[in-house]
């Protein structure tokens, strides 16, 4: 009797200090390595969370490859055309290469999309034009005043920004700067800003050569607006071309051969009905690229990735079966290009989502 009172004692005492062990447990560290060789399950937890952010973060992204060269990058800030849009603004392309930052066009908007990028319009003092049409070019006030002239912890031009375009390009900057002489005058005098602008007017070559970057211009096709340009920038072993706006273009075919990146413009009309008997609507079509011809330019210069920007689209854009019609021609990599999507060039390609 004696016995079994003595083991009930003990095992009534072992209960009451498992007991107490439990509760005062809640309010002990936990140490940052776990017995038995095994991780903190704490720790393990934090690494599923970055894990999931990752594997979430890369569900926006369209991989080509796995290595990119983030020295050269390039960012569609407005794949739309002279119509209005929230969705596209007018054209405009960054390319970040090099050290440098290029642009290319400065379409409605472009310096909106800049700054979404937290790029200050201070921060681009190169610009280069591929036709004098007003939504490649009406961003231009913008970009120069305010770039200068805005304080913006990012940085402010400090210099002349430097234009490059077609004949023609030095009297649209000066008309444009003489047409804000108040508003430029009191700037430069009071604030101290330097607002000016310096202009190359370019023919077919290399026209910007430095820091291992080089950007040749090429003669394109497009109608009455004599001359337009394309632009391939050159930059350790890797290309991209812009094709400016163009109809079919073997001057084009010749010199983005081999590219990395090719990005085309593109238009689709409707066809039937009484607009279609419209002589402006006609010389849309006739001034710009059917996905069909732009299919034909990608067969023949095989670039690694094709990319649509300027999307003049009179039907809705599913409606124009872009993809679908290009394929008839061309069966590589196309991509529908979208405000401040971005690719990312190296031996392979990334493609960043907006």
Not at 10 to 18: E, T
Request: with cysteine; aromatic share 6%.
């Amino acid at each position: 009797m004696k016995k079994q009172l003595v083991f009930l004692t003990i095992c009534l005492l072992f209960l009451i200090g498992l007991i107490a062990g439990c509760s005062g447990g809640t309010n002990q560290s936990v140490s940052s390595e776990s017995p038995l060789g095994t991780e903190n399950p704490l720790k393990a937890s934090a690494k599923t969370k970055e894990t999931n952010d990752e594997e979430a973060s890369s569900m926006g992204e369209n991989d080509i490859d796995e290595e990119s060269n983030e020295d050269f990058k390039v960012t569609l800030l407005g794949t739309g055309s002279p119509l209005l849009s929230m969705e596209r603004f007018s054209n405009s392309t960054l390319v970040e290469v090099g050290g440098e930052k290029l642009l290319f066009d400065v379409g409605r908007g472009s310096t909106l999309r800049l700054n979404a990028m937290n790029v200050s319009p201070g921060m681009i003092d190169k610009l280069f034009v591929t036709h004098l049409h007003h939504d490649h070019t009406m961003g231009f006030d913008d970009l120069l005043i305010t770039g200068a002239a805005v304080p913006d912890p990012r940085g402010n031009r400090e210099n002349a920004l430097q234009v490059w375009g077609p004949k023609g390009t030095e009297d649209w900057v000066n008309n444009t700067i003489l047409s804000y002489k108040a508003d430029i005058d009191v700037r430069n005098k009071v604030e101290g800003a330097t607002i000016e602008a310096t202009v190359n007017e370019i023919e077919e070559g290399v026209v910007y050569e430095d820091n291992g970057v080089e950007v040749i211009a090429f003669k394109v096709d497009h109608g009455p607006m004599e001359p337009a340009f394309g632009y391939r920038i050159n930059y350790n072993g890797h290309s991209v071309v812009i094709s400016g706006d163009t109809t079919f273009s073997e001057n084009l075919i010749k010199h983005a051969r081999g590219t990395d990146l090719l990005i085309h413009e593109v238009v689709v009309v409707k066809r039937e009905g009484e607009d279609y008997k419209s002589e402006a609507i006609k010389n849309i079509e006739a001034y710009h690229t059917t996905p069909e011809q732009a299919g034909e330019v990608f067969k023949q210069t095989q670039p690694k990735l094709a990319a649509y920007t300027h999307l003049a689209l009179l039907v809705s854009e599913e409606d124009a079966k872009l993809v679908e019609r290009t394929k008839k021609n061309f069966d590589g990599e196309i991509v529908v290009g979208k405000d401040l999507m971005a690719f990312e060039i190296g031996d392979e390609i990334k493609i960043i989502e907006p």
